[in-house]
């Protein structure tokens, strides 16, 4: 393994333990947060006479914004360490959203909870925290880290989701970003609590480029399909996140029904994260994520064919739930199985560039949809046909781990 600098070498006190505790309480902030931008949707778009596209479009921005600054915030944290990344990116983020809390035209809407804040998201990212995390455990319980970072980020969604709409009922919209503005910022303390050191205690440093190990990576067809696969979770979340609470009040139903069910998305998913981590630890990782996206599309078809009632809602976001963010611990998993975790951060930030891609075709086509048809029902059923497809992508998957012969020359087994 070769050696680290002084200024990288980590404290004898960041025992894997408080690594692990801090990498949970990042995620959990980070992604509690955005989770409730849906929330504001109705109230905004009311308030300044916006129709919803322009909301959806600003989300959409965010979450491309997101996916593009995530493999330069990767690369960074890959080559510097994650704290200096990560504490940078929870100063853009808590401007953004101050910003969208001032926000008075669609232009400034869509820098400030578009551009602004997706770069801050993308740099306060959890999958920097679980590339973190990921090197302090040896491979045998690196399935159940990942797993265990992806439930803190759904923590944050039961948490922030419930919270955000009693501070929107209490204090309006306005002073509720303010207030999530504030809670960002409690990142930076605990970006500098992680430890610096790129390198993992179970692996041998083969010498290889971060340049190399891209080039690597996109030659590798199993890297390609888990790339293109991860479009579609990228397009059910962030439709289901934006516009889910909306949908629930066209439905006729109370505004606390929508915000309790994504609230629920996330309590269900904090199971199915461990469970995922878990099952990803005894078997293949690429059929886990086919019965993943299979299952989403069943869901989704039994939501549009069930009567719309609160207990239809409850038990769709359930399930859904069980299924939400379960493909982060398999998808990480496959990347760090195949690659090694080295260039972890980067390699996966290129994945998920392509999960933001999904998320800004299904935010914006949620709004654009509706806005000329009146209903969400074309973008639900597109979800069932992107979940079909990528159940079949994954399958051919090549889970071996890549064997390195010597820095100069990898061994490119697939």
């Keep these: ?28 902030l980070g992604f509690g947060v955005r989770s409730s931008f849906g929330l504001f949707l109705g109230p905004m778009t009311a308030t300044h006479g916006w129709d919803r596209e322009t909301f959806a479009l600003a989300m959409a921005i965010q979450n491309l914004l997101w996916g593009a600054g995530l493999p330069v ?6 080559r510097f360490g994650p704290a200096r990344v990560i504490a940078l990116g929870a100063v853009m983020y808590a401007l953004g959203i101050w910003w969208m809390a001032n926000a008075e035209t669609g232009i400034a809407l869509y820098m400030s909870a578009g551009v602004v804040t997706g770069m801050g998201v993308a740099f306060t990212a959890f999958s920097l925290a679980l590339a973190a995390m990921a090197r302090v455990v040896g491979p045998e319980k690196r399935s159940m880290a990942l797993g265990l970072g992806t439930a803190a980020g759904s923590a944050g969604q039961v948490l922030f989701s419930p919270l955000s709409q009693g501070f929107i009922s209490a204090f309006g919209w306005h002073d509720t970003l303010l207030i999530l503005s504030a809670v960002t910022l409690i990142v930076i303390p605990l970006a500098f609590i992680l430890p610096n050191d790129t390198s993992a205690p179970n692996e041998v440093d083969s010498g290889q480029t971060l340049r190399g190990a891209v080039k690597e990576a996109i030659s590798h067809r199993g890297y390609v399909l888990l790339t293109t696969g991860f479009f579609v979770c990228g397009f059910h979340v962030a439709f289901i996140t934006v516009h889910f609470p909306a949908y629930v009040i066209d439905l006729g139903l109370p505004a606390y029904v929508g915000a309790f069910a994504i609230s629920l998305v996330g309590l269900f998913n904090i199971a199915g994260s461990f469970m995922s981590g878990a099952a990803g630890q005894r078997w293949s990782k690429k059929y886990g994520l086919s019965v993943i996206y299979f299952g989403r599309a069943i869901t989704i078809g039994v939501l549009l064919l069930a009567p719309k009632t609160e207990f239809t809602i409850y038990a769709f976001a359930g399930v859904m739930g069980i299924l939400w963010l379960s493909t982060i611990p398999l998808t990480t998993g496959i990347v760090a199985q195949v690659f090694g975790v080295r260039y972890m951060a980067t390699l996966f930030g290129i994945v998920f560039f392509s999960h933001q891609l999904g998320s800004f075709s299904g935010i914006w086509l949620g709004g654009y949809l509706y806005d000329t048809m009146g ?7 597109a979800g069932i046909v992107l979940g079909l497809l990528a159940a079949v ?6 889970e071996t781990p890549l064997q390195r012969l010597s820095a100069a020359s990898p061994a490119q087994q697939r």
């Design 1 to 28: 393994m070769s050696e680290t600098t002084a200024s990288q070498q980590p404290s004898a006190w960041r025992t894997p333990l408080i690594v692990l505790v801090v990498g949970c309480a990042i995620s959990l």
């Design 73 to 78: 915030a990767g690369a960074l944290a890959d």
């Design 375 to 381: 209903t969400y029902d074309p973008v639900w059923y």
């Design 393 to 398: 992508i994954h399958l051919p998957i090549n």
